[in-house]
């Protein structure tokens, strides 16, 4: 277990004081922005091999019962990964050198209407879920890495973006970290038009792959 939440720290640490304006303008200074980003990359594959590497070895032990919340996966998980899926549809403005979409008419649109940080939720998601459904020490301290690093990341991807000014204040007035808080303000509404197709049908796909695939990927059934 020492090696395991040895990994766990590492992981979330690598991930997060690089992020930091100072930290990653000294980094980028001495590497260039590809030498960082190539570096960023080699560590977060490194210290992920490590986290699965003590998590497969470690000794389990059960926190609680989560018999009961089995189910929460099984309901949790479409929305995780329609999440993770439609992330990657581009547009939008806390993504990777993507600040140019708070120029768009509508920056707000899609997925983006339901959270500003989708990505970093469908993980948020998955891994509560697990947690919670598993109740072994193992998977807490493993998933929530996972979990740790996202919130995090929801916090600081907001502080950096806010450098951006009135584009970004307006662009997050209309927005929301949380899922679906917008909405229920009254800040924004849900337009199913944008959420398109193909996002769900891939998300369902994975979904209803990863229920056939969960014993022999992880060696317990999804349900």
């Not at 919340?69 to 990657?88: D, G, N, S």
């Not at 697990?130 to 740790?148: E, K, M």
């Not at 849900?190 to 998300?203: K, S, T, W």
Request: with cysteine; aromatic share 10%; proline share 5%.
């Amino acid at each position: 277990m020492g090696q395991l939440i040895a990994a766990t720290v590492v992981f979330i640490m690598t991930h997060t004081l690089p992020c930091r304006t100072p930290v990653r303008g000294w980094l980028v200074g001495r590497l260039g922005e590809k030498g960082f980003q190539l570096a960023y990359s080699l560590v977060s594959a490194v210290t992920l091999g490590w986290m699965i590497l003590a998590f497969v070895q470690a000794p389990r032990q059960t926190l609680w019962d989560g018999e009961g919340l089995a189910w929460l996966p099984l309901v949790v998980m479409p929305l995780a990964l329609y999440l993770v899926v439609a992330a990657y549809s581009g547009g939008n403005p806390t993504g990777l050198y993507q600040e140019t979409a708070l120029k768009r008419k509508t920056p707000a649109r899609g997925v983006l209407r339901i959270t500003r940080h989708p990505m970093l939720w469908g993980t948020i998601l998955w891994a509560s879920a697990h947690i919670l459904a598993s109740g072994q020490d193992t998977v807490l301290v493993f998933l929530g890495g996972f979990l740790v690093e996202s919130l995090l990341g929801t916090v600081m991807i907001d502080r950096k973006r806010a450098a951006l000014g009135a584009e970004w204040s307006a662009y997050r007035a209309v927005t929301s970290n949380v899922p679906f808080a917008a909405i229920l303000s009254g800040r924004n509404h849900l337009d199913f038009r944008e959420l398109g197709v193909l996002a769900p049908v891939i998300a369902l796909g994975l979904y209803a792959s990863l229920i056939l695939l969960h014993p022999y990927l992880f060696g317990v059934p999804a349900f």
